[in-house]
């Protein structure tokens, strides 16, 4: 019971983790790194 629990913990965590992108501000993801289109900080 207890490696049932923590796998569906580990998924959930994975998936949230894996989602972050678009909940994240545009801003924050913007920015190539170069001179031309460097990152916002």
Same mark, same amino acid.
């Given at each position: 019971?207890?490696?049932?629990? =923590?796998?569906?913990?580990?998924? *959930?965590?994975? /998936? #949230?983790?894996? %989602? =972050?992108?678009?909940?994240?501000? *545009?801003?924050? /993801? #913007?920015?190539? %790194? ?8």
């Amino acid at each position: 019971m207890k490696k049932l629990i =923590l796998s569906l913990l580990l998924v *959930v965590l994975c /998936l #949230s983790l894996f %989602g =972050l992108d678009k909940w994240a501000p *545009v801003n924050v /993801l #913007s920015g190539a %790194g170069t001179s031309d289109n460097p990152y916002l900080v």
